[in-house]
């Protein structure tokens, strides 16, 4: 099972594809539930494919096989195999009826795949986690999306110890059973595949509400969580009525069972699971109160609730035919909550937070030995490939394709979609089909896009004739990158445009050879290797804002000076393309400081920001994140040689630079002008001054570290909430102020009982800058609150150590990477999936200076050489080893 990471594991390859040789039409689960052991009988019809004379096999893993009988007859030894997780079975017949009885550990499961206990023995409860491959753990199955079976599933358990009983699909009975046992019955009229199976079982609260869909139909909504969290229930229940109703107004989609369940769980590898009928959640993205839930949280729990709900018809109802079609489902259903997000908050504000997410996640992943096409090609592990670049990049190419189609066109397209797969499992052939067929367009050309890894290089240069009065616009692209030599055609690049003249007004555009829109603004279609674009009638050489709302995912390079950046920072009416300007122009500013050259960049970003920070007009939140500059992973990304200690120390003084520019008096002003209105209310003008008084509180810091720290104490003992205690809390600690370790214990005992407020105190410590990060994190690891075993607590310290401070992980004896391997092997043992994710945090190591780069290198090859890694934690070290 385990394969050592030198030696390759089994590949599966996409061009591998078959179509199942068996299938199961009807499955019937019975479970008999025990925290340490639970017994399943699975009674399954099976269907052969006449056009395949293979023999019948199953996918199981870890299953103590009991009993296997086949059309009523008990099989001999003889009649059947189960090696390498897989049952073969002799004798199955077109229509055969299979039982199998299996056993499982529950409690000892701690890879929390397949059923697991969630919580203590004595209070915890019994849940399932499937997706893409945890059904195997449970039953012998052909475990794959393709397979799709009608679900009759029979609960049995004892009363007192689980008197709630759940699984997907409408109830159909329950009742007493002998020695204070009871039963549930659950059909699910819906025919699914088996990672979309769920069960739930144990002490449970709930809160519900009615709710009737466009169509008429009665659904009761049913959010259930442990007896201390279901209080923090009632803003997730609201999200989900908003996304139910967001999905019929905006894609006709209506819900389609009589109850939809919502369980909020601890122990979970991920952010949560939309099974049908009954999604479970990660209760970070679940749970939300004004005293331990930040303003992020919230919307983030928001977008995780409308995420997992919107899977019902986007990836439900039309699944896919192979996981490598994953990005079919996922990025679909990201774009689909970006763009409810936006709906529900502010546009620009959604669109700036997952650009700069893509950025930070998905652009690193993409350049580094872990690349991969939105498609790929070949896995090892599935698991490993649940990435950035499936969903946030995925996303971007749908909403290329819906940008193309324009409103109504996708609308149309997505019917089509919706209606020509429902009940099946589809590729992204489909979906590219059904969006253009029904446009009369051809969209093949965005299949380039799934094919190939690598972020795209889009150059513009432009250049003005004033005696013609003509602006031509170059684009060039280029996709770097890739591994051997395949060709990497041209990709269909959407260049959404305006221009400006030097006054900041836009100008009406005339594009050569085509019929003018008489609009300001539109969108060019880059398809070959280098294109001209003309536009006439311009006056006088104008100022280009490109690629707005970021309308394709690639890497702008443009020769922008910086008083143009500063003009479309000063002017863009696109609130993207105003915040891109300011990053560009931050971005330019660092380099100033870093290559000791001129300042002009960093002159003209400080002029443009304290002009901005005096302007009324300008919101709260986009103020807050104009004021910061790009962060210290994208500002690495720049580097050849990198240093994450010395870019941190840069980035400090560029904001530095920044706060002595606005001037202390000022911030000074402004952070208590904004502490007036202290509250906890989530209206967007509340959640905008908070966000910008964090940001002016840091930069204060950085002025007058004394003063702000003061500030902060006070904020930190008078915050009515989360969002202001946690932002003064963290400029106490990120500021090594003396008020720091009274306000970490304050903390500490005040949330002592609520695991995600304990989960903050972890992170915040977690990210202490520089040196002093790895001895605060070894010391947290002793910490009697630390368990290695809950995901959560392992991503807030050593997630945040890894990923979130580089300055900190990166030290140059290499300490912080032997932590890590340290870590990932006995993580590894535990739970393979989170060890794996962990170990992305070596991603990039090639481009480190030299000493990290070695002390990088040393420990990811003794780690390679260690005996029985999961295949998960393998594959991901074997690629950022050896490519
Ligand atoms: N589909 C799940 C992710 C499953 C991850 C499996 N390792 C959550 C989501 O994307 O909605
Ligand atoms: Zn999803």
Known sequence: MHAPAQQPSASIRLSDYRAPAWRVGTVELDFDLGIDASEVLARLRLHRDPAQDA????????????????????????????????????????????????????????????????????????????????????????????????????????????????????????????????????????????????????????????????????????????????????????????????????????????????????????????????????????????????????????????????????????????????SLKEGLTVFREQSFSADMNSAPLKRIEDVALLRRAQFPEDAGPLAHPVRPAQYSEINNFYTATVYEKGAELVRMLAGALGRDGFRCGMDRYFERNDGRAATLEDFLGALGETNGTDLT???????????????????????????????????????????????????????????????????????????????????????????????????????RGFSAPVILECDYTPDELALLLAHDVDGFNRWEAGQQLAARAYEDLRDGTTATALQAWCDALAKLFDNAAIDDALLADLLTPPGEVELAERETAIDPQRIHHLRQTLQQRLAARLGAVALRQRYMALAAHTNTELDAPSQARRRLKRRVLELLALLDTAGACALAATQYRDAPGMTDRLAALSVLVRSDAPQAAAALRDYRARHAGNALALDKWFAVQAQLPGELALDRVRLLEHDAAFMLKNPNRVQSLLGAFVRNNPSGFHRVDG?????????????????????????????????????????????IVELAGHRGLSRNLAEIIGSVLNH
């Not at 999936?833 to 040393?858: D, H, K, M, S, Y």
């Open 445 to 547: 050309p965005y299949l380039a896009w799934y094919a190939q890894a690598g972020t795209p290089r889009l150059k513009a240069h432009g250049h003005y004739d004033p005696t013609r009065h003509a602006y031509t616009l170059t684009l060039t692209q280029h996709t770097p990158g890739g591994h051997g030599a395949e060709p990497r055609p041209p990709l269909p690049i959407p260049v959404k445009l305006a221009l400006f003249t030097r006054h900041g007004d836009m100008l009406p555009l005339h594009l050569d050879g085509q019929t003018s829109k008489g609009g300001n603004e539109l969108v060019v279609v880059l398809t070959q290797v280098e294109q001209n674009f003309v536009f006439t009638n311009v006056a006088a050489a104008p100022v280009p804002s490109l690629l």
């Open 815 to 859: 300490a912080g990477y032997r932590l890590l391997a340290e870590r990932l092997v006995a993580l590894d043992a535990l739970n393979p999936q989170v060890a794996a994710r962990l170990a992305t945090a070596f991603n990039g190591w090639q481009r480190l200076e030299p000493l990290r780069c070695e002390a990088a290198r040393a420990v």
């Open 55 to 326: 023999p019948l096999r199953l996918d199981g893993e870890n299953l103590q096989l009991l009993s296997i009988v086949l059309d009523g007859s008990r099989l001999p030894a003889t009649a059947y195999r189960y090696a390498g997780n897989v049952l073969e079975v002799d004798g199955a017949r077109d229509g055969s009826v299979l039982e199998t009885r299996v056993r499982l550990r529950p409690a000892a499961n701690t890879a929390l795949e397949g059923l697991y206990l969630s919580g203590s023995r004595e209070a915890g409860f019994l849940l399932t986690q499937c997706e893409a491959e945890g059904f195997r753990h449970i039953t012998f199955f052909p475990d794959r999306p393709d397979v799709l079976s009608s679900y009759t599933v029979t609960l049995r358990a004892d009363r007192a110890r689980f008197p709630v009983l759940l699984a997907g699909g409408n109830s159909d009975g329950a009742g007493e059973l002998e020695g204070g046992r009871h039963w549930a019955r659950f059909v699910d009229p819906h025919p699914k595949p088996s990672y979309l199976f769920a069960l739930v079982a144990g002490r449970l609260e709930r809160i519900e509400r009615d709710y009737v869909t466009a169509e008429g139909r009665a659904v009761q909504l049913k959010i259930w969580a442990e007896a201390d969290a279901i209080g923090r229930c009632h803003y997730a229940m609201d999200a989900l009525e908003r996304s139910m109703r967001w999905d019929e107004q905006t894609y006709g989609r209506n819900y389609d069972l009589d109850v939809f369940h919502v369980v909020a769980t601890h122990d979970f590898n991920m952010g949560a699971m939309e099974n049908k009928g009954l999604n479970i959640f990660n209760a970070k993205c679940l749970l939300a109160e004004p005293d331990s839930t930040t303003d992020d949280e919230y919307r983030h729990v928001e977008a995780v609730v409308a995420h997992e709900y919107f899977h019902n018809w986007s990836g439900n109802r039309v699944t896919c035919r192979d996981w490598f079609q994953l």
